[in-house]
């Protein structure tokens, strides 16, 4: 078990975002977040981070509390893209992505080699001759490709990404969830936040729902008995298309 | 490194002009050595520290707070220290009871009024700088208002101390504010590379390993020592600080370390060439050093706004 979110309650507000939570993330594998818009999947990543700190519960990785842990050491196990990442729009590609080394600096080793980081952030992100160019002269998606690129030159055990397919077409979705399978496949744990999920369907994801008041649970892909569970949790509903034995969502307005 | 190389010799340059420049003419040749010991060096020290500690501290204020416009006088540090300084002029007299009183006073009245303004601003840049203003007008009329009920020859003195007077510093005062200089310049190089990551939101940089609260704390804290220290000995001068971190942006990229190491050199360049240029128009008579800076910064400002202003126009 890589990572432990143990008995996790967070109320905002007075509204009550999550009710006593646990979850196990285990290595090499890649975890969805869904859930509607206020539902609490960035608070709920934000403690898994340990940004927030809930009215009760703990998180564990490899059974250390991250309680005990300083920004540092936290940051030698944790990565993340925030929703609305923030930079400096006078700073070059390079200069922002660069700074993701930072932990690994201060605290040796690191993971592998800097050139290394780079080329793999190149290449999936298809990043190549972009990096000298200034953060204001990119577009919504090449920006957030470039951030992701932060993300994996930190190349931490855990990573977390809030909604990482905003502003990506399509193309570069499926090549960041190729990403997302390499760094499985190297033992990593990806946990990311998404709306549409149909692409994580596809990729045999795990997926989990928060719904409205707290409540948290894993989604598996039988027709019916997600339909309704999505149906409950978004108010509208569901056709589904099946190809290769796989069921996937799609909303859609009942005519009156 | 080549760049800062460039820099280092701007400087000697800068400092050459202003130390064997610009003599007395009617000085006889065989006193040239005495009056450059004894009255050019401990100006030119005074003027040289101002123009680093004024650099590094704005570019200090300018990433931490993330305000292309913020430096210690802008920021209103300055009124408040200002005011700490004649304060403790009115109370003890002359100098104000040594340098070391003078720079504390001079440093916990900037403090204060940088915390206040940092409060009432609430994150909003323009609400920062209009309060920097308020508070700087505020508190150099208060200096000002304290002064009435002093003899008119002490008057004088917290009159060019207030236009940006170089006193004459003695060499316990030289060393003292020498040594206070590299005490705290040293630690804000070395948070470079966290202040660096402040540029991104204050969740970004925990999750990058950074202590966001005690970086950003420590850092504005020496920033305003170091601009207390020289108001403490040069009294307000405005500018240095704002101009020059914009033009070593333009020379390298917005890596802080690398853009401490120019501006360290770049700001008493400015600062030495204000000096050269004040003895040009009279060697004989001491000018508020102050007032040139004050001059040439502007010109600069009207120079990088006019720039600016047309590459986003175009």
Known sequence: ????????????????????????????????????????????????????????????????????????????????????????????????????????????????????????????????????????????????RGVIARVVIQDTPVMVFDEPLNHLDLSHRLKLFELFQKMKNEGKTIIYAVHDFNISLEYNHKIFLIQKGGALKQLNNREEEVK???KETYGVDFKTAKTDDKYYYFPFKRKE | MKKTLFFIALFCVALFSAVFLFLPKNLDPSLKFEFITAIRLPEIFAVVLAGAALSVSGLAFQTVLRNDLAD????????????????????????GSGI??????????????????????????????????????????????????????????????LLGFISPLNSNEILFSFAAFIFFATPLFLLGDEIDILSFSDDESK????????????????????????????????????????????????DFKKLFLISIFLGPSITLFAYSFSKMANAKIVVPIGLYINLFGILFFVYLFAKKGFSNGA
């Open chain 1, 1 to 144: 078990m890589a990572l432990e979110v143990k008995n996790i309650t967070f109320s905002y507000n007075g509204g009550l975002l999550l009710e006593d939570a646990s979850v196990a993330f285990e290595k090499s594998q890649i975890y969805a977040i869904i859930g509607p818009n206020g539902a609490g999947k960035t608070t709920f990543l934000k403690i898994v981070l340990s940004l927030l700190k809930p009215q009760s519960g703990d998180v564990f990785y490899e059974g250390k509390n991250l309680k005990s842990l300083t920004y540092l050491q936290k940051a030698k196990i944790f990565s993340y893209l925030p929703q609305m990442p923030v930079y400096s729009q006078e700073d070059k590609l390079w200069e922002v992505v660069k700074r993701g080394d930072y932990p690994h600096r201060r605290i040796p080793p690191p993971p592998r080699s800097l050139s290394l980081r780079k080329e793999i952030a190149e290449l999936y992100l298809e990043l190549k001759n972009m990096w000298e160019r200034k953060m204001s002269t990119l577009s919504g998606g090449e920006i957030q």
């Open chain 2, 207 to 254: 999750t990058m390993g950074v202590n966001v609260q005690k970086t950003r704390i420590l850092s504005i804290l020496f920033a305003t020592i170091l601009a207390s220290l020289i108001v403490s000995i040069c009294g307000m001068i405005g500018f240095i600080g704002l101009i020059v971190p914009h033009i070593a942006r333009i020379f390298t990229a917005n």
């Open chain 1, 228 to 230: 309704e569970i999505l």
């Open chain 2, 72 to 95: 210690p006088y802008v920021l209103g540090i300055s009124g408040g220290s200002c005011f700490g300084v004649t304060l403790s002029i009115i109370a003890f007299g002359g100098t």
């Open chain 2, 100 to 161: 070391f009183f003078r720079a504390s006073s001079s440093f916990i009245f900037g403090l204060v009024c940088l915390f206040i303004i940092i409060k009432l601003s609430g994150n909003s840049p323009e609400r920062l700088l209009l309060l920097g203003v308020i508070s700087n007008i505020f508190f150099s009329t208060l200096a000002r208002v304290f002064t009435l009920q002093l003899k008119p020859s002490e008057l004088t003195s917290i009159n060019y101390f």
